[in-house]
Each structure stands twice: as C-alpha cells, then as structure tokens.
C-alpha cells in the first residue's frame, strides 16, 4: 500500500495545467533572446514574393518579356493573359493532357504546372516561337495530324522536344514518347506518321 500512496502523490503533483504553463514560459524565453540576431536571420525564409503582385522577367522565344503577376499564377497564365501567347492552351490544368506544353531550357514541360516566378531565367519556348517551315509543323500539315487544333500547340511542341532527345525513332517509339499528349479528336496516327516524317527530314533513321 505505501508504494500505491507514493505513486498517487507523484500523479498529483503532475498536472496538465503546470505542463502547459512550463512550455510557455519555455516558448517565451526562446522569444526573448536566447537566439542570436545572426541565428534568427538565418532562420528567415529567403527569396519570398508575394503575397501581392510582383514584376518578373521571362525569356521567352529568345525575347525578353515583362509582367506583373501574382506569386501563384502559373507560367500557362502569364503566357496567356499577361502576354498574348495564347497557342499553350489551358485544357486540364493539373498537368494530364499536354495541351500547354511549352520547352523550358530545352526540356518539354507543362505549362500549367511552372509558376511563373520559377520559370525567371530559363529560356521558354512556346509554338509561336516556331518557324512555320520547321519540319514538324509542316509534317502536321502534311498528315492532317491537327483536326480541332486545340491539342495542336501541345503536340508540336512535345514532338519537337521528343525529336531533340531521340532523332531516330520507331512508331512505338513515337507512341511511347508522346503518351503525356492527349488528343480528343483521336488522331493519334496521323500525328505519329507526322513525327516519323519530321524525323525523316532531319535526317533520321527513317530517311
């Protein structure tokens, strides 16, 4: 029985109340000075923008382009509604369809899902950057590959970005690498025949 008493006078002298009384008198003293100003600097987030709207430079099809836009506004918006590129297009908008793709230091990216503020300093292209002899946009023409035309842009630029990383492709190869494009149209086939055809011009494997 003594040692029952002995533990029901330690649960006693522990209560909830004091425990909550000595964390905030912890959590004030870490307020009052005990980090250094050079800690506490340190400890600051770096490169915030926002929350209001902020002026950004992109480069854009060798050009560089000014907008005002907020922190969270995508790359695709800024395109579109600060800068009059309309040809990414704003389908999905959570990065399933591919019909805002752009390429971003060369690499094939979605639009839709780069905030503008992050794409500073990377060269960005989008369709109309494009030459209208380029060999793929010619090849689309050729293979009736656009139909609608609203997934167009996207393809164009995923193929172009495809061609870059394999130039001798095989129509599987085509398949595969355009899977992230979504056509609603269903012309999938003219749009491969159209790649292996670009691929051919440049030189490819296919030639």
Same mark, same amino acid.
């Given at each position: 029985?003594g ?10 002298g522990f209560?909830?109340? =004091? ?8 959590? =004030?003293?870490?307020? %009052?000075g ?14 915030v923008?926002?929350p209001? $709207?902020v +002026?950004?430079t992109?480069?854009?099809? =060798?050009?560089?382009?000014?907008a005002t ?6 790359? @695709?918006?800024? /395109?579109r509604?600060?800068l009059? @590129?309309? $040809? $990414? ?9 591919g019909?805002? %793709? ?12 780069? /905030?503008?503020?992050? $794409?500073?300093?990377?060269?960005i292209?989008? @369709?109309?950057g ?8 010619q090849?689309?023409?050729?293979h009736d +590959? ?11 630029? +995923?193929?172009?970005?495809? /061609? ?10 085509v398949?595969?690498?355009? =899977?992230?494009?979504l ?12 790649? @292996? ?6 030189g490819?494997?296919?030639?």
């Amino acid at each position: 029985m003594g040692s029952n008493d002995e533990l029901n006078k330690t649960r006693k002298g522990f209560s909830r109340r =004091g425990f909550i009384r000595g964390v905030g008198i912890s959590g =004030g003293a870490l307020g %009052t000075g005990l980090l250094e100003p050079e800690q506490a600097e340190a400890q600051q987030p770096k490169n915030v923008a926002g929350p209001a $709207a902020v +002026a950004i430079t992109l480069n854009v099809n =060798g050009k560089p382009m000014k907008a005002t836009v907020e922190p969270r506004e995508t790359l @695709l918006d800024t /395109l579109r509604n600060h800068l009059d @590129l309309t $040809a $990414a297009k704003r389908v999905c908008d959570r990065g399933t369809c591919g019909a805002c %793709t752009v390429t971003m230091n060369g690499k094939v990216v979605y639009s839709c899902t780069v /905030l503008a503020i992050d $794409a500073q300093g990377k060269q960005i292209q989008t @369709l109309e950057g494009v030459a209208q002899s380029d060999a793929v946009v010619q090849a689309f023409v050729d293979h009736d +590959a656009q139909q609608c035309g609203y997934c167009t842009p996207g393809f164009v630029m +995923a193929a172009r970005g495809f /061609l870059a990383k394999t130039p001798n492709p095989s129509y599987d190869d085509v398949k595969n690498g355009l =899977g992230g494009n979504l056509c609603r149209c269903g012309t999938y086939v003219g749009v491969r025949k159209a790649v @292996l055809q670009a691929a051919k011009a440049r030189g490819g494997r296919n030639a």
